[in-house]
Nanobody, 124 residues
Framework: QVHLVESGGGSVQAGGSLRLSCTAS????????MGWFRQAPGKEREGVAR????????TYVDSVKGRFTISGDNAKNTVYLQMNSLEPEDTGMYYCVADVSCRSLVVASHWGYWGQGTQVIVSS
């Protein structure tokens, strides 16, 4: 089993920054890849970024490239999502995900482990 706890959400104005954290516990093998999804009100969950923790390989969706950075600290069992130049369209609940290998950022159901989420609100 893997337990994920997110933190760092909040309210910011457009153009601002936030850093989300996800601390993991449990089976290390089952969380070799971690990432972030988000869900805006009335919309489906969408992938944001993922990182393969053993080599640091990262993937981003086009809408956040150049603005968001995912990173991992294996010693702290924590993955971060640095979000800069935030836009109102980035508003939503942000969820940390984990799995034994990197799953698609298109299909949320492919990821086995989910956190409870942290809310991000970006005002214009």
């Amino acid at each position: 089993q893997v337990h994920l706890v997110e933190s760092g959400g909040g309210s910011v104005q457009a153009g601002g920054s936030l850093r989300l954290s996800c601390t993991a516990s449990g089976n290390t093998y089952s969380r070799k890849c971690m990432g972030w999804f988000r869900q805006a009100p009335g919309k489906e969950r969408e992938g944001v970024a993922r990182i393969y923790l053993s080599d640091g390989d990262t993937t981003y969706v086009d809408s956040v490239k150049g603005r968001f950075t995912i990173s991992g600290d294996n010693a702290k069992n924590t993955v971060y999502l640095q979000m800069n130049s935030l836009e109102p369209e980035d508003t939503g609940m942000y969820y940390c995900v984990a799995d034994v290998s990197c799953r698609s950022l298109v299909v949320a159901s492919h990821w086995g482990y989910w956190g409870q989420g942290t809310q991000v609100i970006v005002s214009s």
